[in-house]
């Protein structure tokens, strides 16, 4: 037998990588993962809430850890990790579902938001977070971001493509998911995507991307807590997230378009790999400068601060323009809330975006907290966004078994 057609036999008997040729959102692997009572949920959920308004849960919840397909910036397969949260009722009951972003905390395999350990790195309390909307009668899904668990690329940081697919796909994970499991909780035709920060870059992304990426999903509306939506406007607000996201972007547009040594001071520029492969974001936070004028080049921090970015740094501006999220027309309702104390996206920014959301055609509830910090919007907002999904789901009869929430505001 030749040996080009003895090759070819032989690469045809391989077994065929597990997501080859699955459509985005094939559930891959879903595996049972010990549950929670409501007594439990309100003990783990205690340090999220830190003072803030925390509501009695209401029913147990089962946990799923889910392996599902989507799609990178280029079309290309990937596969996803998640944990699904699912209400436990006595009889069958319709819920919707939401789909969580999580805030950001770095671009390594380690950081992925799945990996959080509160009591020794703090990112979010999440999987209290997650618990908290679960009780509350919402089958929940937080997917880690495309690229973690994945040693071939980086996280997908402000990617609004790959940030905004596996959203939507983790939507559809959930549909396949019931598909598969009879349980007395059922999704209803109702999808809500929120999320933290980065996860608000996300949310709106989705909202962007459904009607061609994913016109099944029943996409009701976008929540953002302190949603970093654009992402020049991030540069300059909150410096220190730059270096990972040219760091991402020179692998996403190539090194010669986006090379992260024009942009950046040598000493940050010099180890940016190594240190992006080695510091979640509890720690670049600490070792980047917050103050622009110690981690940018000159001429780039001239560029930001005095709107000539587009003219001296033409391919970053094209990069960061083509990633801002929220603003394509999309027309979903929204909820943003935000920080009146927030220094990484000032109250002034969140209100211009706002207002080009409900010019683009959005209807935006728009709430500001005073006082409050980035970080404590999800707790101070928690309530109101239950109140304000509640509202939206008003329309669906199916839904009314959720319990009314006291409407709640700054």
Same mark, same amino acid.
């Given at each position: 037998?030749?040996?080009?057609?003895?090759?070819?036999?032989?690469?045809?008997?391989?077994?065929?990588?597990?997501?080859?040729?699955?459509?985005?959102?094939?559930?891959?692997?879903?595996?049972?993962?010990?549950?929670?009572?409501?007594?439990?949920?309100?003990?783990?959920?205690?340090?999220?809430?830190?003072?803030?308004?925390?509501?009695?849960?209401?029913?147990?919840?089962?946990?799923?850890?889910?392996?599902?397909?989507?799609?990178?910036?280029?079309?290309?397969?990937?596969?996803?990790?998640?944990?699904?949260?699912?209400?436990?009722?006595?009889?069958?009951?319709?819920?919707?579902?939401?789909?969580?972003?999580?805030?950001?905390?770095?671009? $390594?395999?380690?950081? &992925? !938001?799945?990996?959080?350990?509160?009591? @020794?790195? %703090?990112? +979010?309390? *999440?999987? =209290?977070?997650?618990?908290?909307?679960?009780?509350?009668?919402?089958?929940?899904?937080?997917?880690?971001?495309?690229?973690?668990?994945?040693?071939?690329?980086?996280?997908?940081?402000?990617?609004?493509?790959?940030?905004?697919?596996?959203?939507?796909?983790?939507?559809?994970?959930?549909?396949?998911?019931?598909?598969?499991?009879?349980?007395?909780?059922?999704?209803?035709?109702?999808?809500?995507?929120?999320?933290?920060?980065?996860?608000?870059?996300?949310?709106?992304?989705?909202?962007?991307?459904?009607?061609?990426?994913?016109?099944?999903?029943?996409?009701?509306? $976008?929540?953002?807590? &302190? !949603?970093?939506?654009?992402?020049?406007? @991030?540069? %300059?607000? +909150?410096? *220190?997230? =730059?270096?990972?996201?040219?760091?991402?972007?020179?692998?996403?547009?190539?090194?010669?378009?986006?090379?992260?040594?024009?942009?950046?001071?040598?000493?940050?520029?010099?180890?940016?790999?190594?240190?992006?492969?080695?510091?979640?974001?509890?720690?670049?936070?600490?070792?980047?400068?917050?103050?622009?004028?110690?981690?940018?080049?000159?001429?780039?921090?001239?560029?930001?601060?005095?709107?000539?970015?587009?003219?001296?740094?033409?391919?970053?501006?094209?990069?960061?323009?083509?990633?801002?999220?929220?603003?394509?027309?999309?027309?979903?309702?929204?909820?943003?809330?935000?920080?009146?104390?927030?220094?990484?996206?000032?109250?002034?920014?969140?209100?211009?975006?706002?207002?080009?959301?409900?010019?683009?055609?959005?209807?935006?509830?728009?709430?500001?907290?005073?006082?409050?910090?980035?970080?404590?919007?999800?707790?101070?907002?928690?309530?109101?966004?239950?109140?304000?999904?509640?509202?939206?789901?008003?329309?669906?009869?199916?839904?009314?078994?959720?319990?009314?929430?006291?409407?709640?505001?700054?």
């Amino acid at each position: 037998m030749p040996a080009a057609v003895f090759l070819a036999l032989f690469l045809l008997l391989l077994p065929l990588p597990r997501i080859y040729g699955q459509s985005p959102g094939s559930l891959l692997e879903a595996i049972p993962e010990p549950g929670f009572t409501p007594a439990q949920i309100d003990a783990m959920s205690r340090p999220l809430f830190e003072g803030f308004e925390q509501p009695a849960s209401r029913l147990p919840v089962s946990v799923y850890r889910l392996i599902f397909s989507s799609r990178d910036f280029d079309g290309s397969s990937a596969e996803i990790h998640a944990r699904l949260f699912v209400p436990v009722y006595a009889v069958r009951t319709e819920s919707p579902v939401l789909v969580f972003g999580s805030g950001t905390t770095g671009v $390594a395999d380690a950081c &992925a !938001p799945s990996r959080e350990q509160p009591e @020794l790195h %703090r990112w +979010g309390y *999440y999987r =209290a977070n997650m618990l908290a909307y679960a009780s509350q009668g919402f089958i929940t899904i937080f997917p880690d971001y495309l690229g973690f668990n994945d040693p071939g690329r980086p996280q997908r940081y402000f990617s609004l493509k790959a940030e905004g697919q596996v959203l939507l796909d983790a939507a559809r994970a959930v549909y396949r998911f019931f598909e598969r499991h009879d349980l007395p909780a059922r999704p209803a035709a109702a999808v809500f995507t929120a999320g933290y920060s980065q996860g608000g870059h996300a949310a709106f992304a989705a909202a962007d991307l459904q009607r061609d990426y994913a016109p099944e999903v029943p996409l009701l509306g $976008a929540i953002g807590f &302190a !949603p970093t939506t654009d992402v020049a406007v @991030l540069f %300059r607000e +909150g410096p *220190y997230y =730059a270096p990972y996201i040219l760091y991402n972007y020179s692998d996403i547009y190539g090194r010669e378009t986006i090379d992260p040594s024009r942009y950046i001071l040598d000493r940050w520029a010099r180890t940016l790999e190594e240190d992006a492969e080695r510091m979640c974001v509890d720690q670049f936070q600490a070792y980047y400068p917050f103050d622009g004028r110690r981690l940018y080049r000159p001429e780039m921090y001239d560029a930001l601060h005095g709107g000539q970015l587009e003219r001296r740094f033409p391919a970053l501006a094209r990069a960061l323009q083509e990633n801002n999220s929220g603003l394509s027309g999309h027309g979903l309702p929204a909820l943003v809330v935000q920080g009146g104390e927030d220094i990484i996206v000032t109250t002034k920014t969140q209100d211009r975006f706002v207002t080009e959301l409900r010019t683009a055609g959005s209807e935006v509830r728009y709430l500001v907290f005073p006082g409050v910090r980035h970080r404590y919007t999800r707790p101070a907002g928690f309530l109101p966004s239950l109140s304000w999904m509640k509202a939206r789901l008003r329309s669906l009869p199916a839904l009314q078994n959720l319990p009314a929430v006291k409407e709640i505001g700054p």
